[in-house]
């Protein structure tokens, strides 16, 4: 591996954890960047998904104080999600490479919306004597649908988790982000162990993000948390308006 490789790989790392911790879509920066170096998709996919778990992690503990009191909570839906990203992990290493590519565009396109429309609903579903606290338990399969599309393929699952929060819950966005980087960590700690273990991996990518990823993760965790909740609802947006573009430039 050339120099310049290693520098662009990391330098795609540092931006994938940095903008996965504020928002979520980081794997649309390294996954295109390590096709482009020549990695086959799904070495492209298992590299990434291993190496940008420290950048996960880094991320989710910097927004540990705005997870205070909510252990039981995000048990309830950690469970949900270490289930999806084993389902989702096997659905990558038996069905074939484009088998997703026509619903993806949509189902972030969709989380986009959601996030975008978001406070407008939860009023007029309060109008209605249905607020979002009456539905919790929908919130649990559609962590569980979001795992598996994270454990299958991880770019913008964040966006999605945040696009269904935000829907059924009444918490600040900075808890749900919060909630978000917590669950998206463990979709990516789980089909990294499995991928590890069955799949293809180069482990000098891995490296190379695992390092990168993590000051990226910590730099995000700052920045994120200083974000008004307009800012940020519109940052997510905007990412996410650029994450469906480019999954269907690259179809």
């Known amino acids: 591996m050339a120099w310049w490789e290693i520098v662009l790989i990391a330098v795609a790392g540092l931006w994938a954890g940095t903008i996965n911790t504020v928002v979520g879509s980081g794997t649309l920066v ?49 469970i949900a999600s270490f289930v999806g ?3 989702g992990t096997v ?7 484009d088998a997703f590519e026509t619903i993806v565009p ?20 309060r109008t209605r004597d249905a607020a979002p606290s009456g539905r919790p338990w929908l919130l649990y399969p559609l962590v569980l649908l979001v795992g598996i599309y994270g454990g299958y393929f991880t770019a913008a699952q964040g966006i999605m988790l945040v696009g269904v929060m ?18 998206s960590a ?5 089909a990294g162990a499995i991928y590890a273990v069955v799949a293809p991996v180069d482990w000098r990518v891995v ?3 695992a390092v990168s990823s993590t000051a990226g993760g910590l730099l995000g965790a700052r920045i994120g948390r200083r974000l008004s ?13 650029v994450a469906v573009v480019d999954l269907l430039l690259n179809r």
Request: hydrophobic share 55%.
């Open 85 to 87: 990203a084993i389902g």
């Open 207 to 209: 490296g190379i993000l």
């Open 186 to 190: 463990i979709v990516n700690i789980v």
């Open 106 to 125: 949509v189902l972030v396109a969709l989380s986009v919306v959601l996030v975008a429309v978001q406070p407008l609903l939860t009023r007029r579903l």
């Open 229 to 241: 909740p307009t800012l940020l609802r519109v940052l997510i947006v905007v990412i996410g308006s």
């Open 166 to 183: 935000g829907l059924l819950l009444e918490d600040p966005l900075q808890r749900l982000n919060a909630f978000k980087n917590v669950l």
């Open 91 to 97: 659905l990558l290493l038996s069905l074939p490479a």
């Open 30 to 78: 390294t996954f295109p960047v390590l096709v482009a170096l020549g990695f086959p998709p799904v070495t492209a996919t298992t590299s990434n998904a291993i190496g940008l778990i420290t950048g996960s992690v880094t991320g989710a503990v910097g927004y540990r104080h705005e997870l205070v009191g909510q252990r039981r909570r995000l048990v309830r839906y950690g």
